[in-house]
């Protein structure tokens, strides 16, 4: 089973970008799906979250209204579409599968994580 993060890369503050979560050896399609970052020297935070069938999502507070996940059921994938990049979210991005259906902000909650792709915002 694997995750496979990417998207990411170098983008001026104000900027935007789309991430993508293609999985691979199973289906997630029932499973909710996520997305955490970890900027350089601080923990791993959450960012969003979407149930298994896209009717529920979830942001942390510092991304709402910035931020979009949505989900394909059908190529296995989640994505993050991310505009008005701020410095402040300069980090490396990690898509995860959770074990249940509808989502949360809780990592302990998810069983399977990606690699993760690198996201850099300029000032």
């Known amino acids: 089973v694997q995750l496979q993060a990417s998207g990411g890369g170098l983008v001026q503050a104000g900027g935007s970008l789309r991430l993508s979560c293609a999985a691979s050896?199973?289906?997630?399609?029932?499973?909710?799906m996520g997305w955490f970052r970890q900027a350089p020297g601080k923990e791993r935070e959450f960012v969003a979250a979407i149930s298994w069938n896209g009717g529920r999502t979830y942001y942390v507070d510092s991304v709402k209204g910035r931020f979009t996940i949505s989900r394909d059921n059908a190529k296995n994938t989640v994505y993050l579409e991310m505009n008005s990049l701020k410095p402040d979210d300069t980090a490396v991005y990690y898509c995860?599968?959770?074990?249940?259906?509808?989502?949360?902000?809780?990592?302990?909650?998810?069983?399977?994580w990606g690699q993760g792709t690198l996201v850099t915002v300029s000032s």
């Open positions: 995860a599968a959770d074990r249940r259906s509808v989502g949360g902000s809780d990592p302990t909650r998810y069983d399977y």
């Open positions: 050896g199973r289906t997630f399609s029932n499973n909710a």
